[in-house]
């Protein structure tokens, strides 16, 4: 791509990193900064501790190593936004208070959310740590995302990869941060989407994987057809998602499948599955004397076949049904023949629950892989990934269910950003000017609430009073509804719907099909034919007892789906939680693409004026005094190593310690509040140097013990390095290897240069010399990695014009080193040798050191290899490739009798002459 992101040392601000410091504050100011972040390639924008995230419909460059290497450990607003700082601080917050944390990633469909919870476990993932035991959970709970997509994902006209289902996430830590174990809870599978998609949606990713990805033999056992071929395909002419290759998947989703625990033989018998749905939608009825039959027996043959059941066993069930029926206390089983549209009702109720009870063996099975320890001494963090508020043209009972979870999200969100932050602050005692807002509670109460009944009881209540009849049942939900809610705000009824003021818009739901949605039963005939499999796999999803007469009434799915809404709730109000909202741009899903009033629209329905507005008027930071206190007493004498008075008195000492404005702070009753991030930034920042120097001070104790035990050993490696090739400056073995010439602990912006987390093995100011031969200096570093060359260049714009800066002139990775190049004598000179690229020629006093920690570290990276040293009186010099053109250098070695006499370099044309005086002898190894 042609675009980079840049790091915090030279980053170009577009637009406003945190949208709290907008200075015009309104819906439009927020649309145009977003738009113009977007457009710079920038889709992270803060408010505060929120992220909002744009969806740029295209590959951006800044999710590598580098950016995980960047955002590890930095304060939130030294880097620009992004992804990875919220995941940090959630994994130090834990750390740090011994807190469970919990991420929210809220938007509509087609926004981002998925993609935006595989970074935060990608990253969490990668700065964890951890050993071989460690590394197999961390690699279920990436895995589980490939897996889980291909059976709970499909391709929408909103979103090529949409997440028709709900998922959170537990990652369980051990005390000492390491991933130990996982908790993955779904709710609020489409299992609709099996039977029927809408125009331009597809099924379920599982479907096209396999028939694009089995191979021949598979295919074969499976009687895998062409796509056009299957009833549950061919519906909304929609066979291929963009960008997406499906048998590349399929093999991603066996990778998954293996690396999780489940079977060759478990993974077989899913796919039988999977292709007996197909088989199963080809299955059709006609007409005959007012009852179902089945228009071919030949299309019973192969599901029978898939999953070890009998023909005629298939067609019985799918035809007919047992019913119950009660006289007085008398109850009597009474054989019904089922019409056309019955029987196609059973088949897809059949097919629904295969496909939902695989996906909860997939479920389960990532669970058991993860293995859930003992929670009482783990801490966790909690990844929320729910498909988003939906509203499309006809909307029916899974979209009222699906925008009750995002209702209740935002309930969430409100309680914790805007009234539970305001109600703290006048419980405290703040000075505190109060914000307005929209409270979606009586929303939420209209769906859920039991006294007096909102939605669901009603609808539970029409389910019960009409136990097994279908018709004309929806409409006298409709009419309850109407009598129990008559001029309520948020409600509104039509002829055959009703229409509900959400937060994000009004959505008008369809009522057809609302009571037998809701009552989500599974006939027991079918559950009995299931059970007369021959394949063990096949009975073990259907362990159901199916017992006659006497039967409890089964559990409806509004009372499911409220019950797992209420438990998602207390878990992530038992976390201290964090936010991304993910913001859609367009409807078309290309890159670059801007819909100005779909963004107006989530803006405002996401209320982010408001946030804004408590954000700029409340206190970035809070703690109680005790846990404040105990965080910074280090910064005071009077506070450290131990204070005896009040937590209150000894927060307020702390805050003088650091010279902090007192505008800045308040104290309320329990607990300090503070304004602005950067004044938190600065008591982290002084108490990071409090600790320094005391770390400074143990490691300096400690390296000097290191030096004086690994001193031998780094003579002995030198010293055979360098061993009858090179003649010695007297000195030159005894002397200690530092390491450090430059000083970098009191340069980090040197540090910065080469990664925060690298350890530099060597460092010093060289000299370096050019095509004409002319020097300039460069600090030379080693690390594990690299050899990298810094120079220094002034300011070419900028209030900071003319100011000079440092700049990596050149990072070679060390497995591109192919060999250095030295003379036989006692000069300094070094010559780094680079595969398919041009030569370096420095000059360092410490070249013995340089090149045995090179040497080091390449054979560490190369898996043994030997780096290649070559001592020559004459070596040529590659050169950069510039409109001066290329070409080559020599540079010639002679000795002059004149013992220990510098080097004299006489250039002529392409040639450098350096004459030497004699050394020590090349077997000197002690002087």
Same mark, same amino acid.
């Given at each position: ?289 007012? $009852?179902?039959?089945?228009?071919? *027996?030949?299309?019973? @043959?192969? =599901? %029978?076949?898939?999953?070890? +059941? !009998? ?49 909860? $063996?997939?479920?389960?099975?990532? *669970?058991?892989?993860? @293995?859930? =320890? %003992?929670?009482?001494?783990? +801490? !966790? ?547």
């Amino acid at each position: 791509m042609a675009f980079h992101w840049q790091s915090h040392v030279n980053v170009q601000h577009v637009g406003v990193d945190d949208m709290v410091l907008l200075s015009k504050l309104s819906d439009q100011a927020i649309v145009d900064n977003l738009k113009k972040r977007l457009q710079a390639n920038s889709i992270f924008t803060y408010i505060g501790p929120v992220l909002i995230s744009v969806n740029p419909f295209k590959q951006m460059p800044y999710f590598t190593e580098k950016e995980m290497d960047q955002y590890q450990g930095a304060a939130q607003y030294e880097n620009p936004p992004h992804i990875y700082a919220t995941a940090d601080n959630m994994y130090r917050n834990m750390m740090i208070d011994n807190e469970n944390q919990c991420v929210i990633i809220s938007g509509e469909s087609g926004a981002g959310k998925t993609v935006a919870a595989k970074f935060i476990m990608n990253y969490i993932s990668r700065i964890s740590g951890g050993g071989q035991r460690v590394q197999h959970v961390k690699d279920v709970i990436l895995e589980s995302n490939p897996l889980l997509e291909a059976f709970g994902n499909s391709a929408t006209a909103r979103n090529w990869n949409s997440s028709r289902f709900g998922k959170y996430v537990e990652i369980i830590f051990s005390r000492g941060g390491e991933p130990i174990g996982g908790k993955l809870s779904n709710f609020l599978l489409e299992k609709s989407r099996v039977v029927h998609q809408k125009q331009g949606d597809r099924n379920f990713h599982i479907f096209y994987q396999l028939l694009a990805g089995a191979d021949k033999n598979l295919r074969s056992t499976l009687g895998i057809g062409e796509l056009s071929y299957y009833n549950y395909l061919n519906q909304s002419g929609v066979y291929q998602a963009q960008n997406t290759d499906d048998a590349k998947e399929f093999k991603a989703t066996l990778h998954a499948m293996s690396v999780i625990g489940i079977s060759e033989e478990q993974q077989f018998d899913l796919f039988r599955l999977v292709s007996a749905v197909l088989h199963i939608g080809n299955i059709t009825f006609v007409e005959d004397k007012n $009852f179902a039959a089945v228009q071919s *027996n030949e299309f019973l @043959e192969f =599901p %029978a076949f898939l999953l070890g +059941l !009998s023909a005629d066993a298939i067609r019985e069930k799918l035809t007919t049904r047992r019913m119950e029926g009660k006289w007085g206390k008398q109850t009597e089983q009474i054989d019904m023949t089922l019409n056309v549209e019955q029987a196609v009702y059973t088949r897809d109720a059949w097919v629904k629950a295969i496909y939902s009870r695989m996906f909860d $063996f997939l479920v389960k099975s990532v *669970n058991g892989a993860m @293995e859930i =320890p %003992a929670r009482d001494s783990a +801490l !966790s963090i909690g990844i929320l990934d729910i498909y988003g508020f939906e509203i499309f043209d006809h909307n029916g009972f899974e979209q009222f269910c699906i925008n009750f979870i995002n209702e209740k999200l935002q309930q969430i969100f409100i309680e914790l950003t805007l009234k539970a932050e305001q109600e703290e602050y006048v419980k405290e005692g703040v000075q505190w000017t109060p914000v307005e807002y929209f409270d979606n509670k009586i929303v939420c109460e209209l769906i859920e609430s039991k006294r007096p009944p909102g939605i669901m009881s009603l609808l539970d209540d029409t389910c019960a009073q009409n136990h097994g009849q279908s018709e004309g049942v929806d409409r006298q939900f409709l009419t309850t509804l109407s009598k129990a809610h008559a001029g309520h705000p948020h409600l509104q009824q039509g002829a055959e719907c009703f229409l509900i003021r959400h937060y994000a818009g009004d959505v008008t739901y369809h009522i057809e099909g609302f009571c037998d949605t809701n009552r989500d039963v599974l006939y027991p005939d079918l559950i009995q034919l299931m059970q007369q499999s021959t394949n063990p796999f096949v009975r073990s999803l259907f362990p159901d007892q199916v017992n006659a007469g006497g039967a409890k009434r089964p559990t409806t799915f509004s009372t499911k789906i409220r019950s797992q809404a209420n438990d998602l709730v207390d878990s992530l109000m038992k976390c201290t939680p964090h936010y991304v909202r993910c913001i859609k741009p367009n409807e078309t899903k290309r890159a670059g693409d801007w819909d100005e009033r779909r963004v107006l629209h989530q803006v405002q329905y996401l209320g982010l004026k408001e946030n804004i507005r408590v954000r700029r008027a409340g206190f970035a930071y809070r703690r109680s005094f005790e846990k404040f206190l105990w965080r910074y007493a280090i910064l005071t004498e009077q506070t450290w190593p131990s204070y005896r008075g009040p937590p209150q008195q000894g927060c307020e000492i702390i805050c003088q310690s650091v010279n902090m404005d007192r505008g800045q702070y308040q104290m309320g009753k329990t607990k300090i509040f503070i304004k602005n991030p950067e004044s938190l930034f600065l008591l982290e920042e002084v108490r990071e140097r409090k600790y320094d120097g005391f770390a400074r001070k143990i490691q300096k104790a400690w390296r000097q013990f290191n030096a004086r035990k690994h001193h031998a050993k780094q003579k002995e490696e030198a010293c055979d390095l360098m061993y009858g090739k090179k003649e010695r400056r007297r000195f030159s073995l005894n002397r200690n290897f530092v390491g450090d010439y430059i000083g970098l602990e009191y340069k980090p912006a040197l540090q910065a240069l080469v990664g925060k987390r690298e350890r530099v093995d060597f460092a010093h100011t060289a000299n370096k010399y050019d095509r004409r031969f002319k020097i300039s200096k460069v600090d030379l570093l080693v690390t594990s990695k690299h050899v990298t060359l810094i120079g220094r260049e002034k300011v070419k714009k900028g209030p900071e014009k003319g100011k000079l800066v440092e700049v990596v002139k050149r990072q070679l990775e060390l497995g591109k080193i192919a060999s250095i190049g030295l003379s036989p004598y006692q000069d300094d000179f070094l010559i780094l040798q680079v595969r398919d690229d041009y030569s370096s020629l420095l000059e360092t006093p410490f070249k013995t050191e340089f090149c045995t920690a090179v040497s080091k570290r390449y054979k560490e990276k190369m898996n043994g290899a030997i780096l290649p040293l070559e001592f020559k009186n004459s070596h040529v010099v590659t050169l950069k490739k510039t409109r001066f053109g290329g070409g080559t250098r020599t540079v010639n070695f002679v000795v002059e009798e004149s013992e220990n006499r510098a080097a004299v370099l006489k250039p002529n044309g392409k040639i450098l002459n350096v004459a030497i005086g004699r050394g020590l002898s090349n077997t000197t190894s002690e002087q």
